[in-house]
């Protein structure tokens, strides 16, 4: 069986009246016979599949990637059931047995075929919602899962729920460290630079748009945006920078058409973050992209000429168009008018720089081998759940509300200051990382290590309101300890 993807590129010369509706980049599954039907007899397996993922868009999965990884399980559950003479839709009894030998041969056959348990559920939990599917639509009479009934229980209400038991059990996940605590935070922050940990230059580094790596790795620090999102935004779509600087956060719109499942959101970002990307803009960029030749190369599609930019839009290639509206494929494309990209990080020559993975665990290479062995390895994620916990840090022990009382002194934004004044902080940072729900925030947090951030604030809140004797606390828990030596207990 083929995986292909569809692209409409030429299509004024298949002998089509219209344009196909078929969207860009959807997979389609293609038997080894290169054939799509046998006549008038029911449609082949491969394309009750094929309809399933056109009709993904419009069913909750907007985003190109999910429709690849949605493929690929349908597929290689296909090809398995192919290998032991099972049918995509056969009977619930040999379905059942099918799930059966493959749960086995996921779990514990060839290396290389191997699933952990949890890639093993998401793809349970594809075939699930394709044979749901499947089944209202008529193509099929029974499908290899059983279900148990389960309540699900958000802010006191409940509801009923079906739990597919095709999963395996897992441990609780405890806590790891996923995040950078503040002084290895500024260990990366001057390794972007190329600064050493007491600020002096790195003499042993020699980088290259060292300013504009830490431009963009302080904006990913400071507004806990994707890797795709801080990727493919555009100048035109930074903020304003105050007129003067500010203690409480500055809102961030991130567009839709390159958040993760394309749901607008507005974010924020510090001051002085905002300013480090204006400087970088203005100067390094402004220095490295003018005056340049580049192009995009013709495998990524016909150039998207700019002209009259603004905070809105822009003309592309003569056609007035909203940045908002732009995929990530097509914001690659854009030739700035005075020439090279207009993604916002370029590099030399004037192309669009999109390697931030690389650039982030090469500098963590770099400050362990020469700074500090303990420092983590870095992703983009990695950086996202940072600013969590900072946020939520900031969120508990009531920062930015003094912050904001200080802007409202000045009658500053009155909607935000309102906002961090009252609302509850997990609502707040399930705004700020664009979650569906704050249960999802919830779950997110209890990867992270979040009873520090609870303990520090209940303990500054008691010692400034002369509640907690530090002194004496210490001389407790010393003795606690004590008492477990002379016990015998080590």
Same mark, same amino acid.
């Given at each position: 069986m083929?995986?292909s993807?569809f692209?409409?590129r +030429?299509?004024?010369?298949?002998?089509?009246? #219209?344009?196909?509706?078929?969207?860009e980049?959807?997979?389609?599954?293609?038997?080894?016979?290169?054939?799509?039907?046998?006549?008038?007899a029911?449609?082949r397996?491969?394309?009750?599949?094929?309809?399933?993922?056109?009709?993904?868009?419009?069913?909750?999965a907007?985003?190109?990637?999910?429709?690849e990884n949605?493929a690929?399980?349908?597929k290689?559950?296909?090809?398995?059931?192919?290998?032991?003479?099972?049918e995509?839709?056969?009977?619930?009894?040999?379905?059942?047995?099918?799930l059966?030998?493959?749960?086995?041969h996921? @779990?514990?056959?060839?290396?290389?075929?191997?699933?952990?348990?949890?890639?093993?559920?998401q793809?349970?939990?594809?075939?699930?919602l394709?044979?749901?599917?499947?089944?209202?639509?008529?193509?099929?009479?029974?499908?290899?899962? !059983?279900y148990?009934?389960?309540?699900?229980?958000?802010?006191?209400?409940?509801?009923? $729920?079906? *739990?597919?038991?095709? *999963?395996?059990r897992?441990?609780?996940?405890?806590? =790891?460290?996923?995040?950078?605590?503040?002084?290895?935070?500024?260990?990366f922050?001057?390794?972007?630079?190329?600064?050493?940990?007491?600020?002096?230059?790195? !003499?042993?580094?020699? +980088?290259?748009?060292?300013?504009?790596?830490?431009? /963009?790795?302080?904006?990913?620090?400071?507004? +806990?945006?994707?890797?795709?999102?801080f990727?493919?935004?555009l100048?035109?779509? /930074?903020?304003?920078?105050?007129?003067?600087?500010?203690?409480?956060?500055?809102?961030?719109? $991130?567009?839709?058409?390159?958040?993760?499942?394309?749901?607008?959101? =507005?974010t924020?970002?510090? %001051?002085?973050?905002?300013? +480090?990307?204006?400087?970088?803009?203005?100067?390094?960029?402004?220095?490295?992209?003018?005056g340049?030749?580049w192009?995009?190369?013709?495998?990524?599609?016909?150039?998207?000429?700019? =002209?009259?930019?603004d905070?809105?839009?822009?003309?592309l290639?003569? /056609?007035?168009?909203?940045?908002?509206?732009l =995929?990530?494929?097509?914001?690659?494309?854009?030739?700035?008018?005075?020439g090279?990209?207009?993604?916002?990080?370029? &590099?030399?020559?004037?192309?669009?720089?999109?390697?931030w @993975?690389?650039?982030?665990e090469?500098?963590?290479?770099?400050?362990?081998?020469?700074?500090e062995?303990?420092?983590?390895?870095?992703?983009p #994620?990695?950086?996202? #759940?940072?600013?969590?916990?900072?946020?939520?840090?900031?969120?508990?022990t009531?920062? %930015?509300?003094? @912050?904001?009382?200080?802007?409202?002194?000045?009658?500053?934004?009155?909607?935000? *200051?309102f906002?961090?004044?009252?609302?509850?902080?997990?609502?707040?940072?399930?705004?700020?990382?664009?979650?569906?729900?704050?249960?999802?925030?919830? &779950? %997110?947090l209890?990867?992270?290590? !979040?009873?520090?951030?609870?303990?520090?604030?209940?303990?500054?809140?008691?010692?400034?309101?002369?509640l907690?004797?530090?002194?004496?606390?210490d #001389?407790?828990?010393?003795?606690?300890?004590?008492d477990?030596?002379?016990?015998?207990?080590?």
């Open positions: 083929i995986l993807f692209s409409s +030429g299509w004024e010369s298949w002998d089509v009246e #219209h344009r196909p509706l078929i969207p980049g959807m997979p389609v599954l293609v038997d080894d016979d290169l054939c799509f039907e046998d006549g008038p029911a449609p397996a491969t394309a009750v599949v094929n309809r399933w993922l056109r009709e993904l868009p419009a069913s909750g907007p985003s190109s990637s999910s429709w949605y690929r399980a349908v290689e559950w296909m090809e398995f059931l192919a290998e032991h003479g099972v995509l839709f056969d009977s619930r009894e040999r379905l059942k047995a099918g059966s030998r493959y749960a086995e996921r @779990a514990a056959g060839p290396l290389k075929v191997r699933f952990a348990a949890t890639t093993w559920g793809h349970m939990s594809i075939l699930s394709f044979y749901r599917w499947a089944i209202d639509e008529g193509y099929a009479t029974a499908e290899p899962f !059983t148990r009934a389960a309540r699900a229980l958000f802010a006191g209400t409940g509801r009923e $729920v079906r *739990v597919n038991l095709a *999963v395996r897992t441990p609780k996940p405890h806590v =790891t460290i996923k995040y950078l605590e503040p002084d290895f935070t500024e260990l922050r001057k390794g972007l630079r190329g600064l050493a940990p007491d600020g002096s230059d790195d !003499t042993g580094f020699h +980088g290259r748009e060292l300013t504009r790596n830490g431009a /963009i790795g302080d904006l990913a620090l400071a507004t +806990g945006l994707r890797l795709q999102e990727t493919y935004l100048p035109w779509e /930074i903020p304003a920078l105050p007129p003067e600087p500010t203690a409480v956060p500055i809102p961030f719109p $991130v567009p839709a058409a390159i958040t993760k499942g394309k749901k607008f959101r =507005t924020w970002i510090s %001051y002085e973050a905002l300013a +480090g990307v204006h400087d970088y803009l203005e100067l390094d960029r402004a220095a490295t992209a003018e340049t030749r192009r995009p190369p013709r495998r990524w599609g016909e150039p998207l000429m700019v =002209t009259e930019p905070a809105r839009g822009g003309l290639n003569g /056609i007035r168009r909203p940045w908002v509206s =995929t990530p494929a097509e914001r690659r494309r854009l030739v700035a008018p005075s090279g990209s207009c993604l916002l990080a370029v &590099k030399n020559g004037g192309g669009p720089f999109t390697a @993975a690389t650039v982030f090469r500098t963590s290479e770099r400050i362990r081998a020469r700074f062995p303990r420092f983590p390895h870095v992703w #994620h990695r950086l996202r #759940h940072s600013f969590s916990m900072r946020t939520l840090e900031y969120l508990v009531g920062h %930015y509300r003094q @912050a904001a009382k200080l802007v409202r002194d000045t009658d500053a934004d009155a909607a935000l *200051v906002y961090l004044t009252k609302a509850d902080p997990l609502l707040v940072l399930r705004d700020l990382l664009g979650h569906s729900t704050v249960l999802t925030t919830e &779950k %997110y209890r990867r992270l290590d !979040t009873t520090r951030i609870y303990r520090e604030a209940y303990e500054g809140a008691g010692a400034a309101a002369g907690i004797d530090e002194a004496a606390a #001389h407790e828990a010393d003795a606690e300890f004590t477990d030596i002379q016990d015998g207990d080590l």
